[in-house]
């Protein structure tokens, strides 16, 4: 079974930028869409991103798009988000997670979609 591990978490000032990185242990996600998403505090959790097996589509939430980068290396078995101009509003727990269906291209927003989910990271952004 593929376990996802997230790094590349920490605090931040507004303005900043950090980069997140998900690697699969245990197996490959190489040929699974992936997923970003994330909880604050109090609040559901709700989606950031999401990749193609191939990279071919992305998805983004309305909230991050032009700030955030969706991307992926199958080779190192490794998907990166890349957070530019961080907000505090950005300030969550972000989880990673894997749709478990081989070859798809579709680039699902919906948690239950998804298969397989690490444990998370924290991204503090300070104003």
């Known amino acids: 079974q593929v376990q996802v591990v997230e790094s590349g978490g920490g605090l931040v000032q507004a303005g900043g930028s950090l980069r997140l990185s998900c690697a699969a242990s245990g197996g490959t996600f190489s040929p699974y869409t992936m997923g970003w998403f994330r909880q604050a505090p109090g609040q559901e959790r709700e989606f950031v991103a999401a990749?193609?097996?191939?990279?071919?589509?992305?998805n983004y939430a309305n909230s991050v798009k032009g700030r955030f980068t969706i991307s992926r290396d199958n080779a190192k078995n490794t998907v990166y988000l890349q957070m530019n101009s961080l907000k505090p509003e950005d300030t969550a727990v972000y989880v990673c997670a894997a749709d478990g269906t081989t070859g798809s291209h579709y680039v699902s927003d919906q948690a239950y979609e998804y298969s397989y989910w690490g444990q998370g990271t924290q991204v503090t952004v300070s104003s």
């Open positions: 990749i193609s097996w191939s990279g071919r589509n992305t």
